[in-house]
């Protein structure tokens, strides 16, 4: 059951999911006060004025407030114009050039799914690369002007760049190569699986560029299981995005996504996921994906995520996958991951650089692991 309306996160769960609350007449300023930090720091302004502004109910909000999410939303739709303008410029070189990235998560969720994509704040772009295109799309990215600026770990699978071009910046990017860093998800949403059902957003490429809306709940529901199975606190607005998109199903496509759970043995760490959003918002969809999921029984290794932390690679966890091609995959990924992001991990060029960082990310990775395992840093 969704949380009471006159709680904070009641309140806000309530007037994301379409029923705009009156301002409490007993409201304290304690709890004005937790509104407007829960609104700045879950980054929901933007998205609350576009729903609000033009409710009744609305008026009854203190001006101060309203103000502050008007103020909010008008920056955020400027800066989501220069953000789109340079990401159209980059994704249109790429394309041009045989490249064809997928624009991950929110950046893509907030065209296909929201009312107004500048509703959606986002911290990054997210892009998802074949392996056999990263030499040449970290050519071109540099070409126009991104720097890498950090990684993950040392057992990782994205890499961060940042915009140092004159004029209007673009948000940070991270380059992925798998569409999950978790080694018993990596593979379930390969970069091949999603080019070839993936959907055009035009205001951003010609071509096709994102998910699918299948693909993207079933990703959604993976991302939101690594992050709660690494402990961290679960946005609000990742909430939110799984919300829009089950809600959005055609009835083929909610066959379809219980199937492609069943076959990619995650419907547990799905139905969690949609578990979580049912906490939150209702949605007849919703409770029809919980109700599936939960009637399906097999053997599932992503389970084990349900019932332990996982801050990075929990690698005991290779040894119970049944497949032998994906425990194979699952090791080429550790062990050998592709030559162009080792190089550029390390910031090297020269190839023959390549044996000795292998064998330094394997055992660096490895003694990162074990300190993370024991608690020694997270």
């Known amino acids: 059951m969704p949380q009471h309306p006159q709680s904070t996160d009641g309140f806000i769960f309530s007037l994301l999911g379409g029923k705009i609350p009156a301002w409490p007449a007993t409201a304290s300023t304690a709890f004005a006060d937790g509104l ?3 609104l700045r720091l879950q980054g929901l ?41 340079r990401t159209r410029h980059l994704l249109t070189r790429l394309q041009a050039s045989g490249i064809y990235p997928i624009v991950l998560k929110g950046s893509a969720i907030a065209y296909t799914h929201y009312r107004r994509h500048g509703a959606r704040t986002r911290g990054d772009i997210d892009l998802l690369f074949s392996p056999r295109d990263l030499p040449a799309a970290f050519r071109i990215l540099e070409a126009e002007g991104y720097e890498y600026t950090h990684r993950q770990g040392y057992l990782g699978q994205e890499l961060g760049f940042h915009d140092t071009s004159p004029g209007q910046k673009n948000l940070p990017l991270d380059i992925h190569w798998r569409s999950s860093s978790y080694v018993l998800l990596a593979h379930l949403l390969d970069y091949e699986e999603i080019i070839d059902s993936a959907i055009r957003i ?12 299948v693909h993207a709940l079933l990703h959604a529901c993976i991302h939101w299981a690594k992050h709660a199975a690494s402990g961290d606190s679960i946005r609000t607005l990742w909430l939110y995005d799984m919300y829009l998109l089950a809600g959005a199903l055609a009835e083929g496509e909610i066959q379809q996504f219980i ?3 069943t076959d990619k043995k995650i419907t547990r760490i799905c139905a969690a996921a949609i578990a979580a959003v049912k906490q939150a918002f209702t949605c007849k969809t919703l409770e029809t994906l ?10 599932e290794p992503s389970a084990r995520m349900l019932e332990h932390h996982a801050a990075s690679f929990a690698l005991r966890d290779m040894w ?18 592709p030559g162009a992001y080792v190089l550029k991990f390390y910031g090297r060029e020269n190839r ?13 990775g490895l003694i990162e692991y074990a300190r993370r395992g024991f608690g020694i840093e997270r």
């Open 36 to 38: 407007q930090q829960e």
């Open 45 to 85: 302004y933007p998205l609350v004025y576009h729903l609000c502004k033009n409710a009744p109910a609305w008026k009854t909000w203190p001006a101060g407030i309203r103000e502050r999410a008007k103020k909010t939303a008008f920056q955020q739709a400027a800066r989501d114009l220069a953000v789109e303008s």
């Open 202 to 213: 035009p205001q951003l490429a010609d071509h096709p560029c994102a998910m699918n809306p």
């Open 259 to 261: 199937q492609s759970a």
């Open 290 to 299: 919980h109700h599936e999921l939960r009637q399906i029984r097999q053997q």
């Open 320 to 337: 119970s996958l049944e497949n032998s091609a994906m425990l194979q995959k699952s090791l080429q990924d550790i062990l050998l991951p």
């Open 352 to 364: 023959l650089w390549l044996p000795f960082l292998y064998a330094h990310r394997v055992s660096a």
